[in-house]
């Protein structure tokens, strides 16, 4: 391994999450470089969500340790990572539902605001300015994503296609080094997919790392440059998508063992 | 050539843009509702021949409208059910109550304080704040029903405490001769009693329920503004974030631990506030005075006026109160007065098990009340000005329930 620790946005060291008996994430170690798009893939309850639920603070790994940028920030709150740099998605989307997509993304900037009680107490003159510029920094998010339009609906109204939008344009309102996007794709048409593909590039010219779970082959070997993938719980391969797609072991977990 | 014609300079009234503002709902109950706060000291005064008895029961009705303000921040904005509100209420009356009367010479520090009104008033505040975030810190990490019993007993616990402590508080047999607030100088007209308009200085409430009226008007004017500019700030968005998805608000940044105990803190402060005010405008501090039902009614307030809406909550106080301190008490003689108008005027009076309709009516006039706020609700369940998002939230939740139907229908 040639890897230089500085290329490293995210390590994961034998991270391992029990649930009881059950071991929902094996002794797993992975390394994401900064400015890569890098893919988890792995069949339905290989532990794939949970690994991101460890990452972000949601969980708190049995054993192991989550490095950000060369920091430990095992067992941090989920609130700790978020002003730390990672943000996120969620498989089943999570939108604040009754507020509207404007106050969504804006909710996402508070992590990066500065206003205390007293300045929205009383309005103060910085609190007013802080409130504009958040409000023009969401509505570029939101053009970014392609739901200006929609800025003054309740979340819950949209369609389900830009649902998924909104998350992305929120979790990218807490200014993010890192970007774990949980099955981006799913319930998407190949068109949308497509478009959700350009989507995900244009964030990494941000200059965000994207780490993204994803169920579509066609999806992760259109995008991402590199590949883990994940078994009951254990890491089974690492690689480029094309050396992923023909491993053995790869296609026994996705296709089954052949009698 | 230039097709740009100056603008007609915009008259006051363009400028206030009254049509617009009238067409937004919320600033239409506003507006109706500082028009009836002004006129009715000067309608009361006149139709009850200068009684000021109406004035003194809607300075009370204030103290609730404080309380519902208060309750909505915690309940209706960060979604935290509270069953124990009057606990902070009570802490803020025996705040001032102890510090502004002769009571703390009978007890183990034989002497007795007056601190200012004024003063008291911040001073309730913030103990009532400090209870909210010591109950709050242990507490916040319970979510909806463990939340709501852990409120409840500590609504139950406090006024226990401030009975069983008699040596301090006087216990059972109340705080009384409570100082009343004193300003500087204060205007004083026919309306008190007086011959012309002079002023007075200094100025003692005393029992002045005028004054205490202006007081109130002025504590609920402000309290008005500061929460409505909060809702629009950056910890109203994420009290809203918490209330709608928890998980999420946490992955977005939020502590949710702090901001929930800031909305119990801020939710206590109106409370000890508005128990100053209660401590002083009547004089007297009971235990009785802040039982659960109390919390219930102030409850029962938001949910009828419209949970989350700052007009609908006031709207839904003065409702309620106005049921239950004025409909309901004026009921009996009411219906005895009718029955006798139709001719059936026997009924009135007691014979045998009949206790007289006056009385029977007085028996059924709590049950008369629930029958109300059940039939308000299903009228309108979504409160009786809710905010955009109860509206929405009960339109969708019906929704689902038609769907669910038709799905079975059809299965």
């Known amino acids: 391994m040639t890897d230089n620790l500085d290329d490293n946005i995210l390590v994961l060291n034998n991270v391992t999450k029990r649930f009881g008996g059950l071991v929902a994430v094996d002794d797993v170690s992975l390394s994401i470089k900064r400015g890569e798009i890098f893919a988890l893939i792995g069949p339905n309850g290989a532990g794939k969500t949970t690994l991101f639920n460890n990452v972000t603070g949601l969980f708190k790994p049995t054993s192991g340790h989550v490095i950000l940028n060369g920091k430990d920030i095992t067992g941090s709150k989920p609130h700790e990572v978020a002003r730390l ?10 939108l604040f539902d009754y507020m509207t997509c404007l106050d969504n993304v804006r909710v996402g900037r508070h992590v990066r605001m500065h206003s205390k009680l007293w300045d929205g107490l009383f309005k103060l003159p910085a609190e007013r300015r802080e ?25 819950r109204n949209l369609p389900y296609g830009q649902q998924r939008r909104l998350e992305i344009a929120r979790a990218l309102a807490t200014e993010p080094k890192l970007l774990l996007l949980d099955e981006p794709a799913a319930g998407f048409t190949p068109q949308e997919k497509v478009e959700l593909m350009a989507l995900v590039r244009k964030i990494l010219d941000r200059g965000v790392t994207v780490w993204l779970i994803e169920h579509d ?6 995008i991402s440059e590199r590949i883990v993938v994940l078994d009951h719980g254990e890491k089974i391969a690492e690689g480029p998508p094309e050396e992923v797609r023909t491993d053995p072991r790869v296609i026994e977990a996705y296709l089954g063992k052949s009698a | 050539m230039s097709n740009r014609v100056a603008a007609p300079p915009r008259s006051l009234f363009a400028r206030l843009r009254l049509r617009e ?15 009836v706060a002004l006129v009715f000291p000067a309608i009361s005064l006149y139709t009850s021949d200068g009684s000021t008895y109406l004035i003194a029961v809607a300075g009370h009705a204030g103290t609730y409208v404080l309380l519902a303000i208060g309750l909505n921040v915690v309940v209706g904005f960060a979604g935290l059910l509270d069953l124990g509100y009057a606990a902070f209420f009570a802490i803020g009356a025996y705040t001032y109550a102890l510090f502004a009367s002769q009571q703390l010479l009978a007890s183990p520090i034989h002497h007795a304080y007056h601190f200012p009104f004024w003063l008291m008033m911040f001073v309730g505040l913030i103990i009532a704040a400090s209870a909210g975030a ?4 242990p507490t916040l990490r319970l979510r909806g029903d463990y939340l709501a019993i852990v409120t409840l007993g500590f609504g139950e616990i406090v006024p226990q405490v401030f009975q069983n402590f008699d040596q301090w508080t006087g216990g059972i047999n109340a705080i009384g001769g409570i100082d009343q607030p004193t300003l500087p100088a204060w205007v004083t007209g026919p309306w008190a009693g007086a011959d012309s308009i002079s002023i007075v200085a200094p100025f003692s409430f005393s029992f002045d329920p005028i004054a205490y009226y202006v007081l109130i008007f002025i504590l609920v004017s402000v309290a008005i503004v ?20 928890e998980v999420a608000a946490a992955a977005m940044g939020i502590n949710t631990v702090t901001t929930k105990l800031l909305a119990f803190g801020i939710g206590a402060s109106f409370s000890g506030f508005a128990g100053a005010y209660y401590g002083a405008s009547f004089g007297l501090v009971s235990p009785d005075d802040f039982l659960f039902i109390v919390s219930i009614t102030v409850l029962v307030m938001i949910v009828l006026g419209g949970m989350g809406s700052i007009p609908g909550v006031i709207v839904g106080a003065i409702t309620v109160y106005f049921i239950l301190n004025w409909f309901l008490p004026l009921l009996p003689p009411a219906v005895q007065s009718l029955a006798s108008s139709i001719g059936l005027g026997s009924l009135n009076a007691r014979s045998g098990d009949w206790p007289g309709l006056g009385n029977e009516t007085q028996n059924v006039t709590l049950l008369l009340f629930g029958l109300i706020l059940v039939s308000m609700m299903l009228v309108r369940p979504q409160g009786l000005f809710p905010s955009r998002v109860r509206e929405q939230e009960l339109k969708h939740a019906t929704g689902q329930e038609d769907e669910a139907a038709i799905e079975q229908a059809h299965a």
């Open chain 2, 226 to 245: 500061l929460v409505n500019n909060l809702q629009r700030s950056r910890l109203g968005r994420a009290w809203m974030a918490i209330r709608e998805d």
């Open chain 1, 217 to 222: 082959m066609k999806v992760v070997m259109g």
């Open chain 2, 21 to 35: 503002r009238i067409r937004d709902r919320d600033t239409a109950i506003y507006g109706l509702l500082l028009l």
């Open chain 1, 85 to 94: 740099g990672i943000a996120r998605t969620f498989q089943n989307i999570r």
């Open chain 1, 131 to 155: 409130e504009a510029r958040v409000t023009e920094e969401a509505m570029e998010l939101l053009r970014f994503v392609g739901i200006a339009r929609q800025a003054h609906q309740y979340a």
């Open chain 2, 134 to 137: 010591i109950l709050g810190f």
